[in-house]
């Protein structure tokens, strides 16, 4: 299936639960943003998908990789990269472990996701990103290649260009005249009932310096808020961004002296 560049821009129900989507057949890639590890066996670590009984669902994963800190190099982040969950039986809550196929310890356990079909990925974002320097616990630039990749439910609900013209003033007319202009296509993006962990990471996103969505490159304009309330436990946020092939710079006939 392929994604295309068009964002999401549907009705959301406000009454649904916010679990992580994990589209069927289309791949994913993850660090975990947990505190570096040391686990001697690191050849006896193995990656599967539980449900949220404990089963195991899914226990042919691609390989754990592992990049060293560059601090102490006897500690290291955990990441895989391009997992595939083929077309099957769908689970609401499906949790990533990390474990010792010896001892059978589990060392890791990632926040929930839910499966669904493939054909959903067309009502979700493919988020895909990095930093150009180590971040948040992301060891970046141990991998120069790797990109965080996952798909969320946003929803596009504002296209607002923002334009700058720099003006002269004609001589001889006495007419003003444009001599160069900026077009910046902003949109605005909105998160459906994100628990506060999901809200912690898109502000984690705001911070970051490559972001594609849908193969498309954004730049944060104005970073991730919601608004708080104790009587509930999700509430929708606001992200906003520049479209950077939307982005143009148009020099002006004629330039004054």
């Known amino acids: 299936m392929a994604i295309t560049s068009i964002l999401p821009n549907q009705y959301k129900r406000n009454n649904r639960e916010y679990i992580l989507p994990l589209p069927l057949g ?88 839910r499966t669904r079909p493939t054909e959903d990925a067309d009502s979700l974002a493919r988020l895909s990103y990095r930093n150009s320097t180590n971040l948040l616990g992301f060891n970046f630039e141990g991998l120069p290649s790797f990109r965080q990749t996952l798909y969320v439910d946003l929803n596009a609900i504002e296209f607002a260009p923002d334009y ?18 900026e077009h910046r296509l902003r949109v605005v993006l909105e998160s459906n009932r994100f628990d506060i962990r999901a809200h912690r990471a898109m502000m984690g996103l705001s911070m970051m310096d490559d972001i594609n969505i849908n193969f498309r490159p954004y730049t944060v304009a104005e970073g991730y808020t919601y608004s708080a309330n104790k009587k509930l436990s999700k509430q929708n946020g606001i992200i906003e961004l520049f479209d950077q092939e939307a982005n143009m710079i148009s020099i002006h006939g004629k330039q004054p002296l």
């Open 164 to 181: 700058d013209t720099d003006n002269y003033i004609e001589v001889t007319s006495g007419f003003v005249r444009p001599k160069e202009s």
């Open 26 to 113: 289309l791949p994913i890639s993850m660090m975990f943003n947990i505190d570096p590890i040391d686990y001697v066996d690191f050849n006896n670590l193995q990656l599967a998908g539980v449900d949220g009984a404990g089963n195991i669902v899914y226990p042919d994963m691609v390989p754990l990789q592992r990049v060293f800190e560059p601090d102490n190099p006897t500690f290291y982040k955990l990441y895989f990269e391009n997992l595939i969950l083929l077309e099957g039986k769908l689970y609401n809550d499906i949790y990533f472990i990390v474990f010792d196929e010896i001892t059978q310890d589990v060392i890791f356990k990632s926040n929930c996701f």
